[in-house]
């Protein structure tokens, strides 16, 4: 069975991988040495666990329950990340928070602000997460998300998502960019090839699963390098300090980390098993 698990992960990834790494080589903007874009895609050799991400993805589809679960961790991970990306743009529930003025001006100016203004229109996934929860759950559009009731491992990513996104704000740093790079460039790069194996494994409608779909300005290939400027621009803003640089990509190796054990948090040796069969059958059943 430990052979069998191997195999699996190796297949789920191997597409991924393949297309990803052919935008990552023709791309100009991550072989600028020393900069930031760089610097985070050593990350993806040293602490991108492919095998653990493709055999979680596999395991996800072995039921619509099972996803559930899943899509709900991921849920819990992107509307954390994306409420400490707004309030690290200055926005925030509170309409006159304490030294509102001042906060606005060093919000303004931060490398996070910079980036998510940028991309946080195309980039967003929480509502859409909530939607295919919503979709799969008898709760409908009354689903809402209730913190408590997360996974440990899912809680602990959380908290690590909010304790970057407090230390941007205090020092004008750019943590949080480790998270953002950690997990919408798994969507942009390997996730886009997920939403028809997904929607055919679990026999879902149309048009389902939502989060991974998104609406490019150009195509994908020139988005993505469009995003990892920005991420030089983000290293421009903190000077090029190499210590606020190695920040940030220690903060993605963290989120990835974190992701391994959400991912790997449920059995995901039969349940991967599970997954492939129902992506096999889903292809057999719909041609």
């Known amino acids: 069975m430990g052979t069998l698990s191997k195999k699996l992960g190796q297949l789920a990834a ?7 790494s052919q935008i990552l080589r023709t791309m100009k903007p991550n ?3 020393n900069s930031l874009s760089q610097r985070l895609d050593t990350t993806l050799k040293d602490s991108h666990d492919m095998k653990a991400f493709g055999m979680g ?5 072995a039921t619509k329950e099972r996803y559930v679960r899943f899509t709900t961790s991921l849920y819990g991970v992107y509307s954390t990340m994306e409420n400490e990306l707004d309030k690290c743009c200055g926005h925030s529930s509170n309409p006159n928070p304490a030294g509102a003025e001042q906060n606005s001006i060093k919000y303004h100016n931060s490398p996070v602000a910079f980036f998510w203004k940028r991309h946080s229109e195309i980039l967003r996934r929480a509502e859409l997460l909530r939607g295919d929860i919503s979709a799969l759950t008898e709760l409908g559009s009354g689903y809402d998300h209730d913190e408590s009731s997360h996974s440990p491992a899912t809680l602990q990513y959380i908290n690590a998502i909010k304790e970057a996104g407090a230390q941007d704000r205090a020092d004008g740093s750019g943590r949080l960019l480790g998270h953002v790079y950690t997990r919408y460039l798994a969507d942009l790069m390997g996730g886009q090839v997920l939403g028809t194996p997904t929607r055919l494994a679990l026999r879902l409608d149309k048009g389902m699963p939502q989060q991974y779909s998104f609406s490019f300005p150009t195509d994908r290939k020139a988005y993505v390098e469009s995003i990892y400027r920005d991420f030089n621009e983000c290293g421009k803003i903190m000077n090029d300090e190499n210590v606020l640089l190695e920040e940030v990509v220690e903060e993605a190796r963290g989120a990835f980390r974190h992701n391994i054990e959400v991912y790997s948090e449920e059995p995901i040796i039969t349940d991967s ?3 492939l069969k129902n992506i096999v059958s889903g292809y057999m059943f719909h041609n």
């Open 273 to 275: 098993v599970l997954g």
């Open 31 to 33: 072989k600028i040495q």
């Open 57 to 61: 993805t596999l395991a996800s589809m």
């Open 14 to 20: 191997l597409s991924l991988e393949s297309e990803s």
